[in-house]
């Protein structure tokens, strides 16, 4: 199996994947149409499967789950309601509601810390939520990577106003989990170059300096 595979192409991937963050206002979003969407759907559910193959060094086993990481999908309807409920409900004024008002799809990712009280976290504790973390963070990779495959624009978000207590509760999300990324997806057949469109701010600061080899 591993002989089918193209380091070029890989490679490739790699390097197209980028930032850019689309907003419009939620009155003038765009909805997605049915078959664009029941096409796309299918694409971004297997994407997240596949990056569920993240590696990941200890087992979180919460509801029978080793995984320490959970995706919350929002398709368009139901991120275009939270754009509304950002906006009109919780008075947000910041891009939050914008994003999601432009997105094709919306991804929450989250992490499960096994200690959320700072003052008993042990030693050993830490270092498990540092593997938690970082596993969680290889599998967004993952899904970024695979879904610039496909040709997807991604907008990798800390979260912002999904992260407060109101929108877990709106969106069904339990407390116990953090936000790690909020995944704002657009279909290449959704893009539309009259929206505003922020690219990312680190992407021409890149350098390879940080590598150092080791002579002993």
């Known amino acids: 199996m591993l002989d089918n595979l193209n ?3 890989i490679e490739s991937i790699i390097r197209a994947r980028r930032t850019e963050k689309v907003l419009c206002d939620p ?3 765009r909805p997605v149409p049915p078959d664009v ?8 559910l297997q994407a997240i499967k596949t990056a569920g193959w993240a590696p990941f060094h200890y087992p979180r086993k919460v509801d029978g789950i080793a995984e320490p990481w959970r995706a919350h999908v929002l398709w368009y309807d139901a991120a275009h309601k939270a754009a509304l409920h950002l906006r009109d409900e919780l008075h947000v004024t910041s891009k939050g509601p914008r994003l999601a008002a432009a997105c094709s799809a919306l991804v929450l990712v989250t992490w499960l810390p096994e200690c959320t009280d700072f003052q008993s976290q042990t030693e050993e504790k830490r270092a498990r939520d540092e593997e938690h973390l970082a596993a969680a ?12 495959a496909h040709g997807m624009g991604t907008y990798w978000s800390s979260g912002g106003s999904f992260q407060t207590p109101e929108m877990y509760r709106y969106l069904g999300i339990p407390e116990a989990e953090r936000l790690l990324a909020a995944l704002f997806i657009e279909y290449p057949e959704m893009r539309d170059d009259s929206r505003e469109r922020k690219p990312g701010s680190q992407r021409d600061n890149r350098c390879e300096d940080w590598i150092r080899e080791v002579s002993l």
């Open 137 to 148: 963070a290889a599998m967004v990779q993952n899904l970024l990577l695979l879904l610039t």
């Open 27 to 29: 009155d003038a979003a």
């Open 7 to 9: 380091p070029t192409t």
């Open 37 to 44: 969407a029941e096409r796309n759907r299918n694409i971004v």
